[in-house]
């Protein structure tokens, strides 16, 4: 579906044309627009969600882009509800900070700075800090919380009032939100404007090589319009005279990927590491059809094992465990829209809503247990082992089942 807020674009790297859809998915509402009403949770409108991979540069990308406005003007998640994501993001902040230049404006930026708990960290660490965010309630609230932020879209236009009010930042940080940006061109342009020979840059995004090793497709959703590789970054670095100096795998979100950036003029050595990781790519052939069809055929695969599940345990009362932009994903794409009577969360700000969509409501994991459901599919699966802790501790007695990385019945006493 196309609408006024939803739009067709070109490869976002290298502006070809020439691209195609390599993983059709089910076509879903924005994943995280939980609503107060189930007539308005039904009747949000669903977007086409086609994976494309661009034949001249090898990007994998969503070419129908919905408008950002849609999304983070009401946006619902926050950085702080993940679990373990703070402690993790802790342990990364003190390495870049510890291992940047500090220039004499000596502070951070950070983009898509969400709640501010990212910058929070900084900040205890005696950093200046300095979010830029397009929720106007995560903005305001980080910002009563003493992290400074600016409510707006980071661009080209953005990037040169930051400077002209604080100067060129020893570190800009991008975590988790480039894959979110239709327009590269003018956000790397805004980077490569900001920026002087003493900042770095860090971006944290999803690394789809990884992720979908383990069949992490439900990480696709609108609001995620890239998927990045290292040959992508390079690609991006070369085009806006920036050089990708570092980049590793990260063990967070089941794969993903920090890439170090600075200006070609600071004259940065580069990590053997950015070499491999590329030719590492090549080999694996993550810009092949080849490489995608094995995934979509592996999807299809635990879809109809977990339709076998439920009629095999003759599945009555079903709850899914897990509300997010990837569970809205799972429940279109494995057909369980109609099988699904209620979701469950442990988040309380997520409890009496309703899911996009489909209009499920949204209980306590307690009532799950009182109200004698007899089955749960995990589908918040990437933490299974916290939903499946959860459930023992409430003394579930039903039938569990997980769909990802491959379908399977869950014994809960082991």
Not at 22 to 48: E, I, M
Not at 99 to 120: E, M
Not at 211 to 239: A, P, T
Request: proline residues 4%; contains cysteine; negative net charge.
């Amino acid at each position: 579906m196309i609408t006024e807020s939803s739009y067709n674009r070109q490869c976002p790297i290298c502006s070809s044309n020439s691209w195609e859809v390599v993983l059709p998915l089910a076509a879903t509402p924005l994943g995280d627009r939980l609503s107060d009403s189930f007539q308005n949770a039904t009747s949000l409108p669903k977007y086409a969600l086609e994976l494309a991979l661009c034949n001249d540069c090898g990007h994998t990308f969503l070419p129908l882009v919905v408008a950002p406005e849609e999304s983070y003007g009401d946006y619902f998640f926050e950085t702080s509800d993940s679990p373990g994501l703070s402690d993790s993001m802790q342990r990364i902040a003190e390495k870049l900070w510890r291992d940047c230049s500090k220039s004499r404006n000596n502070y951070v930026l950070d983009i898509g700075s969400n709640d501010g708990t990212w910058l929070q960290h900084f900040k205890n660490l005696g950093a200046n800090v300095l979010g830029i965010e397009p929720s106007p309630r995560h903005a305001q609230e980080a910002t009563a919380r003493g992290v400074e932020t600016i409510n707006g879209y980071f661009s080209i236009q953005s990037a040169s009032e930051i400077c002209k009010k604080f100067g060129a930042p020893s570190l800009i940080t991008a975590n988790f939100v480039t894959a979110n940006v239709p327009d590269l061109a003018n956000f790397f342009q805004g980077l490569k404007d900001l920026s002087d020979d003493n900042t770095t840059i860090a971006i944290l995004s999803g690394y789809h090589p990884d992720q979908f090793r383990v069949n992490m497709i439900d990480f696709i959703y609108h609001e995620h319009v890239s998927y990045f590789s290292c040959q992508d970054f390079i690609n991006l670095g070369e085009k806006f005279g920036l050089d990708l100096v570092d980049i590793q795998r990260v063990g967070l979100k089941g794969g993903s990927i920090q890439a170090i950036f600075r200006t070609k003029s600071s004259r940065a050595s580069m990590s053997g590491d950015v070499g491999r990781l590329a030719q590492y790519e090549e080999w694996v052939g993550i810009r092949t059809l080849r490489w995608f069809e094995s995934i979509n055929d592996r999807i299809k695969q635990a879809q109809n094992l977990t339709h076998k599940f439920l009629d095999q345990i003759k599945a009555d009362k079903i709850v899914g465990y897990g509300v997010s932009h990837s569970v809205t994903t799972l429940i279109y794409q494995f057909d369980l829209v109609d099988r699904i009577k209620v979701l469950t969360d442990d988040n309380p700000r997520r409890q009496g809503k309703f899911a996009p969509g489909s209009g499920l409501t949204v209980i306590s994991p307690q009532k799950v247990v009182d109200d004698k459901f007899d089955t749960v599919i995990i589908m918040a699966w990437q933490h299974d082992r916290l939903i499946k802790n959860r459930l023992s501790k409430l003394d579930y007695p039903g039938s569990v089942i997980q769909p990802l990385p491959a379908a399977e019945l869950v014994n809960l006493s082991h």
